[in-house]
């Protein structure tokens, strides 16, 4: 269920929206593809009114979703030409576009091959390019990477940008923090349906602290005790280490490290890193409360 969520997408830009499973990413985006009707509010999609003009509003968008829907018999030049027939273009325009198509997302080689020969990047990119037939002004793509391998993910990172550098804006939901620091001008995070922070990518990332400390330690006795002292951004029980985000000055981890030895919990173990936006997520999301003192920092 969502509950007041606010957002609004810039022209040629991508929103990635991130949350945990049942967070409420695939209802946002089935009740703006007109899929599922709201049981209130209101939205406006590239100048059309959800509820009182959804004809327009389809007119507007495109969804790719989680799995491609292709058909695996036919080709890819098949494919893309059975779906311009579905949208009432002239046959000779219909076959015109798909070459087209198949030239842009680096598919004409496999033009004539049936689709259940195609790798998985392959049938993510005939499915992106099916609904770029009639180009939208807002594409929502669903978890598009999916199940795909890194080399086929940074393939189809490669095509999103080079629509969105075609002024195509883009809603993205996504369980990869990388895909959303890749390809996002703003992230926003939505938890049990409701948007708990937003804002770029390196503002979440900057808004949680300046480095992430990670402290490891010799047994659980001390990681225990130790957890009971900290405020943890992230933790590991089985490693035995937890990460604190700090301001990154060497004073803030010295007074840290001396209250652990007067504790008589030192750390094995430090090392620093540059907060990501797994941090931010973690952070969080953890049963629906920010789990971090600086959370409240990051709310957009």
């Known amino acids: 269920m969502l509950d007041h969520v606010d957002l609004a997408l810039e022209t040629g830009s991508v929103l990635a929206l991130l949350g945990p499973n049942g967070a409420g990413k695939t209802t946002m985006v089935r009740i703006l593809a007109t899929l599922v009707r709201p049981d209130a509010g209101t939205a406006t999609i ?45 046959r000779r325009d219909a076959r015109i576009r798909a070459g087209a198509l198949l030239c842009e997302f680096d598919l004409i080689d496999a033009r004539d091959r049936r689709v259940k020969t195609y790798s998985g ?62 390809l996002a001008d703003t992230v926003a995070v939505l938890d049990h349906g409701r948007i708990v922070a937003r804002g770029a990518p390196e503002e ?9 400390v990670r ?11 130790a957890l009971g002292r900290l ?5 590991d029980e089985a490693l035995r280490t937890i ?36 941090d931010v997520f973690l952070a969080l999301t953890s049963d629906g409360h920010p789990t971090h003192p600086r959370a409240k920092e990051i709310v957009r």
Do not use: C
């Open 46 to 90: 590239a100048g059309h009114d959800l509820i009182g003009d959804p004809a327009g509003v389809k007119r507007s968008i495109s969804l790719t979703g989680q799995y491609a829907a292709v058909d695996e018999v036919l080709t890819g030049q098949e494919n893309l030409e059975m779906m311009g027939a579905l949208l009432r273009l002239p």
């Open 121 to 182: 990047g392959m049938k993510r990119r005939l499915d992106l390019a099916i609904s770029m037939i009639e180009r939208p002004q807002l594409l929502f793509l669903d978890e598009p990477t999916t199940g795909l391998d890194p080399r086929s993910r940074e393939q189809l990172w490669g095509t999103v940008r080079r629509l969105v550098a075609q002024g195509v804006t883009v809603l993205l939901t996504t369980q990869y923090l990388e895909e959303a620091d890749q």
């Open 204 to 212: 979440l990332k900057t808004g949680l602290g300046t480095e992430i």
């Open 215 to 225: 402290l490891q330690f010799a047994g659980p006795t001390s990681y225990h005790r």
């Open 231 to 235: 405020h943890p951004a992230r933790t």
């Open 243 to 278: 990460d604190v985000a700090t301001g990154g000055t060497a004073d803030e981890v010295l007074a840290m490290l001396g209250r652990l030895e007067d504790a008589g919990t030192p750390a094995a173990k430090v090392s620093t890193y540059r907060p990501t936006l797994d």
